[in-house]
Every structure is written in structure tokens, then in C-alpha cells.
């Protein structure tokens, strides 16, 4: 097992404060993090009201996570066996289905995945691949840890969760289950470990939502959302005179509106007022010529060093141009930027009379640059709708879908059933799925556990499939009944990998379940989360 620690200074650790620290702490308080969602039932309601208004508009809305880089497929290595921590252990699924008798190998899909969706810190609605899984309240869903927690901005638990099983084109078949409590293990939440790349969530009891749109006047919308109710603003744009004419009616508190908006800013020529004097107010943006300014245009050393000096026409931006210190980090960094034609700049490293680098330098280089910037501003008309939403409770997650069990600890070089809703191209552009459906792949893990220096991972492992983004999160089960469509999930998908270099995802991987997985997994299985409605 992997552990990361907070680097510690020697006199620390030659003491062995830190190793009586752990010493001294229990399990499940080092391996356990649980980060609060929708923390009451009117909050987990207008999320689920957020992703079912207008006909499921923003659940079609939604695309599939972007977390991985399309680029970023570097082959998986062999990093050994793996010595379990505990015993296997497993806990078995709950379900409805019955068993039928068939001798064909039609892949039956199981009730219990769906996708679930969220809105990152960037503002984007996106979505992964999930599964109802067996817990004491039947509410609990798993899914990767990178669906649930936002590792690209590190603020904590992704927005407006929910997982929707079923999901086909902005329907929710079984309703929309708004997530109440994430847990993962210690490591992913706190240091993006993603040898520890899963989640489990809690989910309120589902909820079917239906919702009358109805064009309102300005005052009965104010007065309908400030009683809490839910109403949007649509926007069109209009021109200055439909503005003043509308804004000369209906005063202030009226439909008509108008805002500056961003600058236009275009390169013009130098002013002809500009003299020795005021160009330091010109770069300002203060210059006698309201609107232009002096600014500098970077540049590599040959342009800058063919443009002409001199006051009246010279183009070098000189006091821009000058060599600065930095840091040994920040010159190895801008020296490998360089040599990927990502640094216009140049750089240079001072040395001692041994040849030793002692100090370290930059120079970027710039041109004049003058610009004018134009006040725009925008003008619209407001139309007001209020919305009379309706909530019907759909009932706990597990009675309606069922739910996968769990095993952790297993052998390696067993077959398991991957399911997920790839969408994403593969690195080469050719798109092979929709997201519009789950697909599958079967086969066997690979024996030995693997990594990728790239994106640090240590313990994953890997099985032969061209899934691509959107089925991450997906569940890998294990001893998975085509008759019963229930198996235990041993897995969720974490990354895409293209392992003969054809520019084809051919391999994915999933951390391995042990032990602390398994802790983290009854943690989450004993919460319990109650209804919306």
C-alpha cells in the first residue's frame, strides 16, 4: 500500500514525533474522508429542479469529464505483485432480477448504472459513469473519485451532484438521486492520489420532477422568487434606440436594460501629441489622447533587435526588455520551455570561478505596442418566467435498481465486466461512441499491478479495452451474472492508456480495491440520507 506524507524536516522525524503520531491514530480516522454535498433536503431539491427543468435541458446539456489530457495516454508499466493487506472479503449485491435460462453470450446491461453529473469549478456541466452499490439504506453509489471531487481546481466536492441511473437523452427513468455525502480515501481527498482514485456517495431518495412555465411581469416575478420560488430571465438583445425608447416607458424598474460591457481594443497608430515628456503617462493609459495606450508586444531577441531605437520612430520597448533574476526552479522551467518553443525569452545562468551556477537570469523582450480601447455597451430586453415546480418522491435508489456488491482484495489475472458511457475521442480524433448508451468490455485483469510515472500512479490495475472518457467511474465487476445482471464491483475505471503507441485507447485501469478501500466503503455504506420530498 501507497501512503503519502506530508514531507517532514529531519529533526522531526529524528525525533519520531510523526511515526507516535500515526502510531497513535486509528484506521479509519486516517483512511476515512468525508466531505458534506447537499446538506439539506430543500437544497438537495433545487439541485435536482436545476438538472430536470425544461425537459432535462441541462442533463442534455452536459458533456462527458475532461480530466484526463487526450494526449496524455503513456503506456502503463508492470510495477509487481501485489501482497494483500487483509483478507478478501466481499458483500453481496441486492436485486430483483431473475434468473433466465439462455446458452447465448447477450451481454445483459445491469439496472443499477447510470451516469452521474455535476458542475465543475470552471462553471461546465459534465458527467462520468456510476453504479448503485449494496448498503445498509440501499442509497450508495460509487463511481471515481476524480467524478466527485474537482482535482483540477482542488475545491473540495464537484457542484450540483447527482446520479441518475438509467439515463437515456435527458430521462430519468428511476428519478434523480441528489448526492448528500462523498467518501473517499484520505489520500485522494488530501493529496490527489489516484492509486486511490474512487468514491462512494450517499444519495437522497430520487425524485421525479415536473415543472409549469409561466410568462410573468416584472413585479410577480421578483415577489415569486424572493418566497423561494423558481424562476429564470431570458435576455435579448436589442438596439440603443428600442433601449431608450423602452427605457423612456418603463423607467428603471422596467424590462429594458443596458451595462458596459468589455472594451474593443485595437492597435492604432502612435499619436501625434506624444513627446518625451508624456509618454510615461501614455503608458499609463493617462496620455493627452484619451483611450490610447503605450503597451508591449513580446517579441524574440532577432525581431527586437532589428526594430529601430531612437524616440521619434523607434519600436524597442527598452525599460520592458531588461534581464531579471529568478529562481534555479523557474530557469530550469523557462530553459525546457524554450527548447519547446514555449518561451519567447532568452535565459542565462551566472557561474562561480569553479563553474558552479550561483545565480540565475531572464530577459524578455517587447516591442511598442500603442492600442485604443472603446467603451461598449450593451443593450437587451428582459422577459420574466416564474416556474411551479413539483416534486414526487421516487423511492430509495437500491429498491428501485437494485445494488452491485462489493469485493476487495481479490487475485488479480480475473475476468471482470466493465461498463460505462464512453463519448470522448481517442487521441487520434476518431470518435467511435455517442455517451448515448453504456457500452462494455470483458476480460481478464492483468496478474501484476501497474503504473504510469506520468500521472503518478503506483497500484492501478489494468484490463484489455478501448473505452474512452465518459465510461471513467464505470464499475468493473467481478463474478458478474449476465442472468441476474448483479456481480461485485472490484473496480471503477480511472484512466485510458494506449499501451502499442497508435494513438487508440486499448488499455484502461482502476485502482485495486484492498483493504482501506473497504474501509471507506463501510463507512459509506452505514450513512444513512432520507428523502427530498
Given at each position: 500500500m501507497k501512503r503519502i506524507l506530508i514531507p517532514a524536516g529531519g529533526a522531526l522525524l529524528a525525533t519520531g514525533l510523526l511515526a507516535a503520531g500515526l502510531a497513535g491514530t486509528a484506521q479509519a480516522d486516517d483512511t476515512v474522508a468525508k466531505d458534506n454535498m447537499a446538506t439539506s433536503a430543500a437544497n438537495a431539491k433545487a439541485i435536482a429542479q436545476f438538472w430536470a427543468e425544461n425537459n432535462?435541458?441541462?442533463?442534455k446539456a452536459a458533456t462527458e469529464s475532461n480530466v484526463w489530457d487526450k494526449t496524455d495516454v503513456a503506456k502503463l508499466q508492470s510495477k509487481g505483485g501485489y501482497s494483500s493487506d487483509t483478507k478478501p472479503g466481499s458483500t453481496a449485491p441486492i436485486g430483483q432480477e431473475k434468473k433466465t435460462s439462455t446458452k447465448v453470450q447477450n451481454v445483459n446491461?445491469?439496472?443499477?448504472?447510470?451516469?452521474v453529473f455535476f458542475v465543475n469549478s470552471k462553471g461546465e456541466k459534465k458527467w462520468c459513469s456510476a453504479t448503485s452499490i449494496q448498503s445498509q439504506y440501499r442509497n450508495l453509489v460509487a463511481t471515481a473519485g476524480h467524478c466527485v471531487y474537482d482535482t483540477a481546481a482542488n475545491t473540495d466536492v464537484l457542484s450540483k451532484w447527482v446520479f441518475v441511473p438509467?439515463?437515456?437523452?435527458?430521462?430519468?427513468?428511476?428519478?434523480?438521486?441528489?448526492?448528500?455525502?462523498?467518501?473517499?480515501?484520505?489520500?485522494?481527498?488530501?493529496?490527489?492520489?489516484?492509486?486511490?482514485?474512487?468514491?462512494?456517495v450517499t444519495v437522497y431518495n430520487g425524485v421525479h420532477v415536473s415543472g409549469k412555465?409561466?410568462?410573468?411581469?416584472?413585479?410577480?416575478?421578483?415577489?415569486?422568487?424572493?418566497?423561494?420560488?423558481?424562476?429564470?430571465v431570458k435576455e435579448t438583445s436589442i438596439t440603443k434606440e428600442e433601449f431608450e425608447a423602452g427605457y423612456d416607458k418603463y423607467g428603471e424598474d422596467g424590462p429594458f436594460?443596458?451595462?458596459a460591457a468589455d472594451p474593443k481594443v485595437e492597435t492604432v497608430a502612435k499619436p501625434a501629441d506624444v513627446t518625451g515628456s508624456n509618454v510615461d503617462a501614455y503608458i499609463k493609459g493617462e496620455g493627452p489622447t484619451k483611450g490610447v495606450q503605450l503597451v508591449g508586444a513580446e517579441v524574440y531577441k532577432s525581431?527586437?533587435?532589428?526594430?529601430?531605437?531612437?524616440?521619434?520612430?523607434g519600436a524597442k520597448f527598452e525599460r520592458l526588455s531588461t534581464e531579471v533574476p529568478i529562481s534555479k526552479e523557474q530557469y530550469n522551467e523557462l530553459k525546457a520551455a524554450k527548447?519547446?518553443?514555449?518561451?519567447?525569452?532568452e535565459v542565462r545562468a551566472q557561474l562561480d570561478a569553479n563553474k558552479n551556477e550561483i545565480a540565475w537570469f531572464k530577459t524578455q523582450y517587447y516591442i511598442k505596442k500603442w492600442i485604443k480601447s472603446t467603451a461598449q455597451i450593451k443593450y437587451w430586453v428582459e422577459d420574466y418566467y416564474v416556474v411551479d415546480i413539483a416534486g414526487k418522491d421516487a423511492g430509495r435508489l437500491g429498491d428501485n435498481v437494485g445494488g452491485q456488491g462489493f469485493a476487495w482484495n481479490q487475485p488479480t489475472g480475473k475476468p471482470v465486466r466493465v461498463f460505462g458511457y464512453p463519448a470522448a475521442a481517442h487521441p487520434d480524433g476518431n470518435k467511435n461512441?455517442?455517451?448515448?448508451?453504456?457500452?462494455?468490455?470483458?476480460?481478464?485483469?492483468?496478474?501484476?499491478?501497474?503504473?504510469?510515472?506520468?500521472k503518478k500512479i503506483e497500484e492501478h490495475v489494468a484490463l484489455k479495452c478501448a473505452m474512452t472518457e465518459g465510461a471513467d467511474g464505470g464499475p468493473w465487476l467481478y463474478k458478474y451474472s449476465n442472468a441476474k445482471r448483479l456481480g461485485y464491483v472490484n473496480g471503477v475505471t480511472s484512466t485510458f492508456n494506449d499501451q502499442d503507441g497508435n494513438g487508440r485507447v486499448d488499455y484502461i485501469s482502476s485502482p485495486y480495491f484492498d483493504g482501506e478501500t473497504n474501509t471507506v466503503y463501510k463507512a459509506a455504506a452505514a450513512s444513512w440520507s432520507g428523502k427530498i420530498v
Open positions: 432535462g435541458a441541462a442533463l446491461m445491469p439496472k443499477t448504472i447510470g451516469k438509467g439515463y437515456y437523452q435527458g430521462k430519468s427513468p428511476w428519478g434523480i438521486y441528489v448526492g448528500k455525502q462523498a467518501f473517499t480515501h484520505y489520500d485522494f481527498d488530501v493529496y490527489e492520489d489516484y492509486d486511490r482514485d474512487y468514491a462512494f412555465t409561466t410568462k410573468v411581469t416584472p413585479s410577480e416575478y421578483k415577489s415569486h422568487v424572493a418566497k423561494g420560488g423558481v424562476g429564470f436594460k443596458s451595462k525581431q527586437y533587435t532589428a526594430a529601430p531605437t531612437g524616440f521619434d520612430n527548447g519547446d518553443g514555449k518561451f519567447m525569452g461512441y455517442t455517451g448515448v448508451t453504456p457500452k462494455w468490455c470483458y476480460g481478464t485483469t492483468t496478474k501484476k499491478l501497474v503504473g504510469s510515472a506520468a
